[in-house]
T-cell receptor
């Protein structure tokens, strides 16, 4: 089954404790992206990747890191989480960045930073 | 800067009634336009998308959207709403025309009254 998976689905952590949220897709997609969703703000793009070893900042990259060492994986790293990073995070992928391609979203990771 | 505006935070309609959700975008050229639906606790699913050509686009679940260049709008419509349509709806712009980034509106929450 074609899908985007994220782990963990739920995470409670404390300020300053490094964490990684994994994202994996099995569709051989080139484009992958991370979003955060906050009430009243919709989804905002954190980082995106056009292909392996190619990443770029979205609208809200501060406090986050990403890497794309393999085509299928695009982990989101919070080196020193803070309470304002409490949010619902979505990973997405598409075949390419052409507008005709559909973005497929993962199920989301709900993060609480105390 | 690119922006997407969904002026209606919340809409309530009766089952069987028609629906129109508004979306306006701010962009110098015609971007690629998308509507996504998010059911409670779920990820986002693409309803439809527009790149060029016919300004009336048909999507899944009986939804359609009309692109109006003069109004910078891309409103979503459905002739007869079902209870299962209750969800959050997001308009988005993205693709190569927006520097490889995606921009989402703040969403419209739809309640369907039996």
């Amino acid at each position: 089954e074609a899908q985007v998976t994220q782990n963990p689905r739920y995470l409670i952590t404390v300020t300053g404790k490094k964490l990684t949220v994994t994202c994996s897709q099995n569709m051989n997609h080139e484009y992958m992206s991370w979003y955060r969703q906050d009430p009243g703000l919709g989804l905002r793009q954190i980082y995106y990747s056009m292909n392996v070893e190619v990443t770029d900042k979205g609208d809200v990259p501060e406090g986050y890191k990403v890497s794309r060492k393999e085509k299928r994986n695009f982990p989101l790293i919070l080196e020193s989480p803070s309470p304002n990073q409490t949010s619902l995070y979505f990973c997405a992928s598409s075949l390419s960045m052409q507008g005709t391609e559909t973005q497929y979203f993962g199920p989301g990771t709900r993060l609480l930073v105390l | 800067a690119q922006s997407v505006t969904q002026p209606d935070i919340h809409i309530t309609v009766s089952e069987g009634a028609s629906l129109e959700l508004r979306c306006n975008y701010s962009y110098g050229a015609t971007p690629y336009l998308f509507w996504y639906v998010q059911s409670p606790g779920q990820g986002l699913q693409l309803l439809l998308k527009y790149f060029s050509g016919d300004t009336l686009v048909q999507g899944i679940k009986g939804f359609e959207a009309e692109f109006k260049r003069s109004q910078s709008s891309f409103n979503l419509r459905k002739p007869s709403v079902h209870w299962s349509d209750a969800a959050e709806y997001f308009c988005a712009v993205g693709g190569t025309n927006t520097g490889n980034q995606f921009y989402f509106g703040t969403g419209t929450s739809l309640t369907v009254i039996p």
